[in-house]
């Protein structure tokens, strides 16, 4: 499999990298949970754009990516804008979905985007050729909040992310029991093993599902979200727990 290297950290080797998510709404405490998560044990920064009240101003935004980028130092910043339809607090047109991304790898301040892989192949590749025009990596994702497909749809959509161009291949789904969490392991397994080239994220979300944001490393799950103020999905963990689990997991595996 072949590694995404983003800054300093290398995506697809060793331990599962842990993504802390930031989803406040004004510029002052997105920059204030910013700081505090600079000094943890993260490894990625999100922020999820469609929580902040002028994401409809590139300019607003941009200004916050500049703040985010001095506070942050060298850790890498994906920008994520989570759609209505697949959790996300706002919709948003496809045209201003593409310029939002576009703009933002434009402007230097980003290291990864996140792109929903049913936005519509036109949409998709639009951001990922702009995205990659300007050396920003791309993550596909596909989010399921009602239940787990089953192993061969999972891995189908991981498949389109990959033969899309995505850089990296997340899709999160909601179990009805933990039958379900076995398989979204299984298809992870088969994904990694089998199919996959580069980097994917996978998780089960929720109670039931909070052992796949912990096994990434046995499984082949590459990224994890771990909480440090208010999640983005149900089922995070405190960072600094997640860490520790990790490591222990890394030492025995």
């Known amino acids: ?4 290297n983003v800054r300093n950290i290398e995506i697809g080797s060793g331990k599962p990298k842990v993504i802390v998510p930031i989803v406040a709404v004004t510029k002052e405490d997105i920059l204030k949970e910013a700081a505090e998560i600079a000094s943890l044990p993260a490894d990625v ?3 999820r754009v469609d929580w902040f009240e002028n994401s409809e101003d ?6 916050v990516l500049k703040g985010l980028r001095e506070v942050l130092g060298d850790m890498p910043i994906l920008m994520t804008f989570r759609t209505k339809k697949e959790g996300g607090e706002k919709a948003i047109s496809m045209q201003d979905y593409i310029d939002l991304n576009v703009e933002a790898a434009k402007s230097g301040l980003v290291d990864l985007v996140d792109v929903e892989i049913f936005s519509g ?3 998709v590749s639009a951001i990922l050729d702009g995205a990659h025009a300007n050396g920003v990596k791309v993550v596909a994702s596909n989010h399921d909040f009602f239940k787990t497909p089953d192993q061969d749809d999972i891995v189908s959509r991981l498949v389109k992310m990959q033969e ?3 850089d990296i291949c997340k899709i999160a789904v909601m179990p009805q029991n ?5 398989t979204l392991l299984s298809a992870t397994e088969k994904m990694a093993n089998d199919i996959a080239d580069r980097p994917i994220i996978t998780m089960s979300m929720a109670k039931d599902g909070v052992i796949s944001r912990l096994c990434g490393e046995a499984f082949g799950s590459s990224m994890t979200f771990g909480a440090a ?4 999905a149900p089922g995070q963990m405190n960072v600094e727990t997640l860490v520790q689990i990790l490591d222990a997991l890394h030492q025995a595996l």
């Not at 590139?58 to 200004?63: E, R, S, W, Y």
């Not at 103020?229 to 983005?232: M, T, V």
């Open 178 to 182: 933990r039958r379900d969490v076995l």
């Open 164 to 166: 899309m161009g995505a």
């Open 45 to 47: 920064l999100e922020w």
């Open 121 to 123: 192949d036109d949409t």
């Open 229 to 232: 103020g208010k999640a983005s």
């Open 1 to 4: 499999m072949n590694t995404v």
């Open 58 to 63: 590139l300019a607003a935004v941009k200004d």
